[in-house]
Structure formats: structure tokens, C-alpha cells
């Protein structure tokens, strides 16, 4: 993969640097969020590492300018601050995942990988007509009338796994293991977030849902309840 890397710390950016080209990707760096825009834009990346606090422009504003720029290209955010705030937020802002500063070599590497495996387009299904709206997953938008909102690479990663499981329950676990490229109870709650921050772009009425639908102590289904 092409990587762009925007971390302003040097010693982290040459670490993250040298981690992912020994992984086989071929990655360009810079150290601040107006460079990072600048490469995003001038070049097509497969994905792009973005530290949330920047000089100069901060991640979220990074975040934002690249993904109404190119909507395709995967976001993994790195934070430090670790709040469920700033975790929300950066979803809000279409990061596709984040990881928490201090994190590991291996699971950088794991989330990078999980991103990597979903830019493609890897499933023949393209479009999904619901009440009033239609989910083109191709262009990663939901169009409803006038409207349309931007889906990330993660939301139509969830969209398609409980669309291809629609006979059944989806619990969180397989949700966070299958789409997120996680493991963990603890992390389960990181799924809760995502579906409501999706329902919010797909359905009619977010505090009724009637597309993605609970199941109590059990998970997620694909309009299962009609
Ligand atoms: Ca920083």
C-alpha cells in the first residue's frame, strides 16, 4: 500500500516510518497538518496515519479536508489523549479507526492491515435500497432526496456484514473481530459507538431505528424485526 504518515513527533514518525516499509508499503511522512493535506491531496494514498494533535492544523480539521477530498482513502487516527470524546469525535469526522498512543508495533500493524484488506472493493454487492434511501457502498454515500452523507470505509464495511448476514443476529464480538479487525470484550463498546453514529446517516428516525435493529443481549440485525 501507499502510505501517508502525518505525525509531528520525529521519533514516532521515523518509528512508524520504518514499522510500516519493513511491512512492504511504501510510505511518505510529514510533520504537520497543513503538509498532511498538501500530500493528501497532491497524491493518492491507500491509507493515511494522522496524529490528532498537530501543528499548524490538527487532525480533525486533517481528517475532514481529506475525506470530503477523497472519501475512499481509509483514516487511522492516532490519539493521545484517549477520551471517549475525542474517540467520537474523530469517528464523527470519518476516521476509520484509532489507536491510542502508547500503542504497539504489532497492533499498528493489525489495524493498518484490517484498513488495507477493506479499501478494495471486495464485494459485489453495490446498493442497498431501504425506506426512502438508497446505500450506494460503491461511492460510500447514502442518498435520501436532496441529501446525501458520506459514509467511511468501516461504515460500509458494517453495512455490507450485516447486510450478507441478514438471516441472523450479528453480535458485537464478530462485528469488532470481522469489520474492525479487533478482539475484546472491552473494546465492544467501540461497535455501540459506530452503529450510532451510522444509524444517525441511515436511518429515518436514529432514536427508532427500523434498518439496523438491537437484538438485547445478542447484538445487531439487518431489519430482522419486520
Ligand atoms: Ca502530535
Known sequence: MRILVVEDEASLRDGIVDLLTGDGHDVAAVGDGVAGVEAGLRDPFDLVVLDLMLPRLDGMEVCRRLRAARPGTPILMLTAR????????GLMEGADDYVTKPFSARELL?????????????????????????????????????????????????????????????????????????????????????????????????????????????????????
Open 82 to 89: 484517549g477520551s471517549e470524546d475525542d474517540k467520537v469525535r
Open 110 to 226: 493489525a489495524r493498518v492491515r484490517v484498513l488495507g484488506r477493506r479499501a478494495p472493493a471486495g464485494d459485489s454487492l453495490d446498493e442497498v435500497q431501504v425506506d426512502g434511501a438508497v446505500i450506494d457502498l460503491a461511492r460510500m454515500v447514502v442518498v435520501r432526496g436532496e441529501t446525501r452523507t458520506t459514509l467511511t470505509p468501516r461504515e460500509v464495511g458494517i453495512v455490507r456484514w450485516l447486510h450478507r448476514h441478514q438471516d441472523r443476529v450479528v453480535t458485537r464480538a464478530e462485528l469488532l473481530e470481522q469489520v474492525f479487525g479487533q478482539r475484546g470484550d472491552l473494546q465492544t463498546r467501540a461497535v455501540d459507538m459506530a452503529i450510532a453514529v451510522l444509524r444517525k446517516k441511515l436511518e429515518l428516525d436514529p432514536a427508532r431505528p427500523a434498518l439496523i435493529i438491537s437484538v438485547k443481549g445478542a447484538g445487531y440485525a439487518w431489519r430482522l424485526a419486520r
